[in-house]
């Protein structure tokens, strides 16, 4: 099974190599096909160049819709699996390995993967636990999707309508069509991603927590201010 990395970058200069590293180290544990496609979204440093030197593909898009940016690495890609990553996140060497045994058993439409925090303080295990209920509430996961590209494509993608949460509608969208066929959803609980918490740095680890209406803003997708100050407009 070949399988296809998606990982979205709007200037990761600063990180997208370490990213790149643990899906090389990720593939070379799978021993498969593994190709990885980076979204360059607006990149004015050096992304691109770093994707380059590490072997990547780059893909330029000008979106400000993270669900276009995330379609648009999709549409590149030639895999049987598509898997998408953030671009500030590092996925565990046996991640691909547990992607592809899950999808190949016929048991599984997709899903999601464990999220650990790079650091670990009292505000962001709070954030965590909020956003956390949230995701169970809605019956989604997150952190790393992956599914088969047919899948991918039966369910309509990300919808590009959707400024931010994207994420939460299509595991939604991605469960149900499961559900229908037979098959489940959910997150893989022996592999995990490990993602910055560089928001945090930036706003303060308790910044959601204090303003409560920026989480229930970002969860409706459809805030233009919000997201541009959470995502579009954010140089990590």
Do not use: Q
């Amino acid at each position: 099974m070949k399988i296809s990395v998606i990982v979205p970058a709007h200037n990761e200069e600063a990180l997208i190599g370490r990213c790149l590293d643990s899906i090389d180290a990720a593939a070379r544990e799978y021993g498969g096909e593994v190709e990885t496609i980076v979204v360059a979204n607006r990149c004015t440093d050096r992304t691109v160049d770093v994707v380059h030197s590490r072997g990547a593909a780059s893909v330029p898009d000008d979106s400000r819709s993270i669900a276009a940016v995330r379609n648009a690495g999709v549409r590149r890609a030639t895999g049987d699996a598509v898997v998408t990553i953030d671009a500030d996140s590092m996925m565990s060497p046996n991640m691909l390995v547990e992607v592809e045994r899950r999808l190949r058993s016929g048991k599984y439409i997709g899903g999601g993967v464990l999220i650990k925090p790079e650091r670990i303080s009292l505000g962001i295990i709070a954030t965590g636990l909020v956003v956390g209920a949230l995701v169970l509430w809605s019956r989604a996961f997150g952190g790393l999707f992956w599914c088969l590209r047919k899948d991918f494509e039966a369910v309509g993608g990300f919808d590009e309508s959707i400024l931010s949460a994207e994420d939460v509608d299509f595991a939604r969208r991605l469960r149900a069509y499961g559900r229908a066929r037979g098959k489940r959803a959910g997150t893989i609980w022996n592999a995990h991603i490990v993602t910055s918490c560089r928001k945090g740095d930036r706003f303060g680890d308790w910044y959601l927590l204090r303003h409560p209406g920026y989480i229930w803003r970002l969860w409706r997708g459809r805030d233009r201010e919000a997201a541009d100050k959470f995502y579009y407009d954010f140089n990590g």
